[in-house]
């Protein structure tokens, strides 16, 4: 639009390039819409670095997850946390809307982790539980897909799963939940 307005002679735009912005426009105002203000937003180094030390990515890094991949997890969390605060700080969301949302992700992941763990024998070697991670994860990063009201954008379920197993919620590997904080420690006590 803007280069056609600027243009010295006579420029066009396509009608299905209007069409289909008005489109866009028209979904985005829908009463039961919520804004996506982060899609293609990319963490500031600064915070790329703070977010490297999470346990979320400490939980990618025990099953072997490749460091491009763990950017893109890094990015996918920093996108849904930016997205779900402010929708949280514009009042946007109904009560108890978002736990509903984490509680449909979370009963999504219970069977395939479950699954993962019958495979489990005892005494199995680590490459063993690594691997059934790396399954579970691969479902997360290439199958999940739940939309939160009519959003269904890939960074916002992909994300909020990395915000769960950030709160060891869901995890990849079967030992995940050694990992987590005790009660005492959560609150600085020993």
């Known amino acids: 639009m803007i280069k056609a307005l600027s243009a010295s002679g006579p420029a066009s735009i396509p009608v299905l390039a209007i069409d289909q912005r008005v489109d866009e426009l028209r979904d985005e105002f829908k009463r039961d819409a919520l804004p996506i203000d ?3 937003s990319d963490p ?3 915070v790329i670095a703070e977010l490297d030390d999470r346990p979320f990515v400490q939980q ?19 996108r849904a946390s930016e997205q779900r605060s402010r929708w949280a700080r ?8 978002l736990a509903s949302y984490e509680q449909t992700l ?9 699954a993962a763990l019958d495979e489990l024998t005892p ?3 680590p490459s063993k539980k690594i691997a059934l991670g790396q399954a579970v ?3 997360v990063e290439q199958d999940a897909s739940f939309p939160l009201r009519s959003v269904r954008e890939r960074f916002l379920t992909h994300g909020s799963y990395h915000i769960l197993s950030n709160q060891f919620t869901v995890g990849w590997h079967p030992d995940f939940r050694s990992e987590a904080p005790t009660p005492d420690e959560e609150t600085g006590k020993k």
Do not use: H, M, N, S
């Open 60 to 78: 990618l890094r025990r099953i072997e997850i490749g460091a491009i991949r763990i950017e893109y997890a890094i990015r996918d969390y920093y």
């Open 123 to 125: 005494g199995c070697p």
């Open 137 to 139: 994860f691969k479902w």
């Open 38 to 40: 982060f899609r293609t």
């Open 90 to 97: 514009e009042d946007l969301l109904l009560d108890g809307e």
């Open 106 to 114: 979370v009963e999504a992941w219970e069977p395939r982790y479950a």
């Open 44 to 46: 500031p180094p600064a």
